[in-house]
């Protein structure tokens, strides 16, 4: 597909996202500030914060008053424009949280996922519950709502439609999701929802090229370069989790032999623990989340468990070597971890890997790479795809041309 040429009014659009990344950033600011941060030209903010101002994203906040010259007035995104909500689909379970115009998290509600049955009704019955629930705790009504995103294991191989890749059935049915909700939604997997988070929230602010890593029950990369998400020709890209680890390894719930997400999933972390304790009690713990937390209170002081610490480190040895592949692929400036894998062990896991990731980096390719737990805040890929909404409800009101994934 030859590259889409870019128009006066793309370049408008992109003058305007780079004004709303720093307001967020600022949460108050000038004009003359935003020139200064974004690199614009005074006239082109002039522009777009009368475009912003017009279509009620943004509002001026209150007059400053310097000791010299003129009061300025300050800027800040419209927190009553309206509601936006994201939901995390998850393995074990689905979390809506909604948020004001600004991104700024309102309330929530969280109910619970069977790991073991994802059939469409059960998974789109928990998604209503979830978004209805939220809603009633953040007191808004419907209407109010300008837009939800929903992020669901798989990817999308087009932007107009979805289908199934991996395992989950919803994907077949968003139809149904449409139905039940009755409300303008975005659908994305929540690899690119984690890297949209990035980005506007985490380290995608200070660095152009970054890469953010999920881990939970299933495995994968949110990846940056040169300041824009990685998609891929069909949204595939950041599928890290189905690379190869180990010839002829662990079985995959993808079907191969030997994937990332065999060796650092929940399951695959479990798998170890058998490996080196068979008859520990932790190794039939039944469910995930269970057994991830009995194994961060297992590494407590004074006496932490030594198979449940020997787990932690050859789990450090296998995430460090995994990402050492995307460091020679994709020479990050920083890697950040998040999922609530890394929630509860991330104190532990984290230095094992930073070490690990350096030592199995070819040449220098690590020698100033910056890996940690992700500082975005809440839930990561709530954040993430509640973004995506906010860019598409600026897409449908004209605001943003940027390509993003198209309402269902």
Known sequence: MAPTRRTSRDIRSESRLDVLHALLAAGETTRNELARTTGL??????????????????????????????????????????????????????????????????????????????????????????????????????????????????????????????????????????????????????????ATAELWFGQGRRHSSTITVNLGTGVGAGIILNGAILRGATNFAGEWGHSLLALDGRPCRCGRNGCVEAYIGALGIQQTLAAIAPTHPLASVPLQRDFIGALASALEPPAPDPAVTETIQRTARYLGAALADLVAIVNPETITLTGWTVWALGDHLVPAVRRSVVEEAPGDSAADLEVEVSTVRGNSVATGIATIALERFLSDVGLVTTRVPTAL
């Not at 705790?137 to 300008?146: E, K, M, P, Q, S």
């Not at 999308?156 to 939604?185: F, K, S, Y």
């Open 41 to 194: 030209s005074t006239a082109t903010v002039a522009t777009v914060v009368s475009d912003l101002l017009t279509g009620g994203i943004v509002t001026e906040a209150r007059v400053a008053s310097g000791r010299v010259g003129r009061p300025t007035t300050l800027l800040r995104l419209n927190q009553d424009r309206g509601r936006i909500v994201g939901v995390d689909v998850a393995e074990t379970y689905i979390r809506a949280v909604v948020f004001d115009a600004a991104l700024d998290e309102v309330a929530s509600a969280e109910v619970a996922a069977d790991e073991r049955h994802d059939e469409t009704e059960e998974v789109v019955d928990g998604v209503a519950r979830a978004v209805d629930a939220a809603l009633l705790r953040a007191g808004t009504l419907r209407g109010d709502v300008l837009g939800v995103g929903i992020s669901l294991p798989g990817s999308m191989q087009r932007w107009g439609g979805a289908a199934p890749v991996m395992p989950n059935a919803t994907w077949r049915h968003v139809d149904r999701l449409r139905e039940r909700l009755d409300l303008p939604i975005v659908i994305d997997n929540p690899l690119k929802a984690i």
